[in-house]
């Protein structure tokens, strides 16, 4: 599971969101987001390692810890560089990682066996965590 964990954390786009040189400054709202989507990343992430990790979720032959860790794979698609538009509208930003992830969920449930749930549940609470932010 180590690998797996060192796997995750090598995805997560949102470790970097310093600008290089010559890249526009990133707006504080548009940090804001991406430090939210980050902190739910790693909280999932780790979650999902802890149910890895517990015989619990695993005794029954199927392994919810890793029905969760797909889910994050999957989330980690997501496009985290925001457009022209998106640096001059948070919210606008927002509504598109929202919508990309429903996109996600939508492809997460036709592709994966996820039979108690966990999996879609990472993906709904990633959502949750993007919510405040969008348009209202």
């Known amino acids: ?9 090598s995805l997560a786009p949102h470790r970097s969101q310093r600008a290089a040189a010559g890249d ?9 987001i991406q430090s939210a989507w980050g902190s739910a990343v790693d909280a999932e992430s780790a979650l999902a390692y802890r149910h890895t990790s517990d015989p619990y979720f695993t005794s029954d032959g199927h392994d919810v810890g890793r ?27 927002a509504d598109r990682l929202l919508s990309d992830l429903e996109a996600i969920k ?11 749930g966990y999996g879609i549940g990472t993906l709904h609470s990633l959502s949750r965590a993007l919510a405040p932010f969008r348009r209202a």
């Open 1 to 9: 599971m180590g690998r797996l964990k060192s796997l995750l954390k």
């Open 24 to 32: 526009p400054v990133l707006p504080a709202e548009i940090i804001e």
């Open 67 to 93: 029905d969760e860790t797909v889910a994050i794979l999957y989330a980690q698609r997501i496009n985290l560089t925001p457009t022209a538009s998106e640096l001059a509208d948070s919210a606008l930003y």
């Open 106 to 116: 939508r492809d997460y449930r036709s592709s994966e066996d996820d039979p108690e």
